[in-house]
């Protein structure tokens, strides 16, 4: 799966399952300049670890011992990468709270008919065997624990339900952390408000572009957007009839029920027109339109 992504890996001894990743520096942003300039290929340290562990080794660390505690094992990891930022990779936990759920059921319904039967009879083969069953955990317990690692010692926890799910997403993770100085440097411009992309679902065809953009506009709404695109079928015409017709252009323009084009009595009104006119007709780069 890394392969397929140009991701170079290779195992290494150590006694607790971490991963960690390094990185090939062959470029470093010039901020005077602007922009990024090559350099001589060396490879640094990345600031992030995981720790890959399953949902039975996390709750064993939790009701474990003072000094052998999942406490004692994250200052371990700590201890031994400092200044790095500690991600849990737990897999399987949903499963294992629903086996915990169960268990407490059958303990409890054990407890009902061991009540009710003649306490002198002696024990059965059977329930010798149902001793040797492991103990229910309090939820409780479980999630004070995680908040306190997430809160105490600032690690970050994501859970899986599979082995391929655990490998996808330390994929997504190496993706990820691979990212961050560009994000960063990004970030850092003055267009840091501009949004990524993804965020905006585009439209099918230029029609439904269209629509979806008028929404883009704070209150308009899809029965305000079909509405004046009945009217404006495109956004030249709409352009057109707003300088023409000034900032009320719009008002008595109808809502639509829905996108085939029946239509209500309500119309979109003066102060969506204002606002429509404002932000397509505004020239003054220093407005912000609210």
């Known amino acids: 799966m890394l392969r397929q992504h140009e991701v170079?890996?290779?195992?290494?001894?150590?006694?607790?399952?971490?991963?960690k990743w390094r990185r090939k520096v062959e470029a470093k942003y010039n901020e005077e300049a602007g922009h990024w300039e090559p350099t001589r290929l060396h490879i640094t340290e990345e600031k992030h670890i995981m720790c890959v562990i399953s949902a039975q080794v996390l709750v064993d660390l939790i009701t474990g011992a003072e000094g052998q505690d999942l406490d004692?094992?994250?200052?371990?990891?700590?201890?031994?990468?400092?200044?790095c930022e500690v991600i849990y990779l737990v897999e399987g936990f949903m499963a294992?709270?629903?086996?915990?759920?169960?268990?407490?059921?059958?303990?409890?319904?054990?407890?009902?008919?061991?009540?009710?039967?003649?306490?002198?009879?002696?024990?059965?083969?059977?329930?010798r065997k149902k001793k040797k069953e492991p103990e229910y955990v309090n939820e409780d317990l479980i999630e004070d624990a995680l908040l306190r690692l997430q809160i105490h010692h600032n690690t970050f926890i994501h859970h899986t339900n599979a082995m391929v799910e655990t490998a996808e997403w330390i994929l997504n993770f190496t993706q990820h952390i691979s990212s961050i100085p560009y994000k960063t440097q990004k970030a850092s411009l003055d267009t840091g408000f501009c949004m990524d992309t993804g965020q905006v679902k585009?439209?099918?065809?230029?029609?439904?572009?269209?629509?979806?953009?008028?929404?883009?506009?704070?209150?308009?709404?899809?029965?305000?957007?079909?509405g004046i695109v009945a009217e404006h079928p495109t956004l030249?015409?709409?352009?057109k009839a707003l300088k023409q017709q000034g900032p009320l252009a719009l008002e008595d323009c109808r809502k639509s029920t829905n996108k085939?084009?029946?239509?209500?009595?309500?119309?979109?009104?003066?102060?969506?027109?204002?606002?429509?006119?404002?932000v397509f007709m505004e020239s003054d780069p220093g407005v912000w339109i609210v």
């Open 96 to 127: 294992w709270m629903r086996k915990n759920k169960t268990l407490l059921n059958r303990q409890y319904t054990a407890a009902v008919r061991s009540h009710a039967a003649n306490h002198n009879e002696a024990p059965t083969t059977s329930q």
């Open 72 to 83: 004692a094992h994250t200052l371990t990891l700590k201890a031994k990468f400092e200044s």
């Open 236 to 239: 030249r015409e709409l352009v």
């Open 8 to 19: 170079e890996y290779t195992n290494w001894d150590n006694e607790l399952p971490v991963v």
């Open 202 to 226: 585009t439209g099918d065809d230029a029609a439904d572009t269209y629509v979806r953009m008028l929404q883009e506009v704070f209150r308009v709404t899809a029965p305000i957007a079909y």
């Open 260 to 278: 085939d084009g029946a239509f209500s009595d309500k119309r979109i009104g003066p102060a969506i027109s204002k606002k429509i006119y404002k």
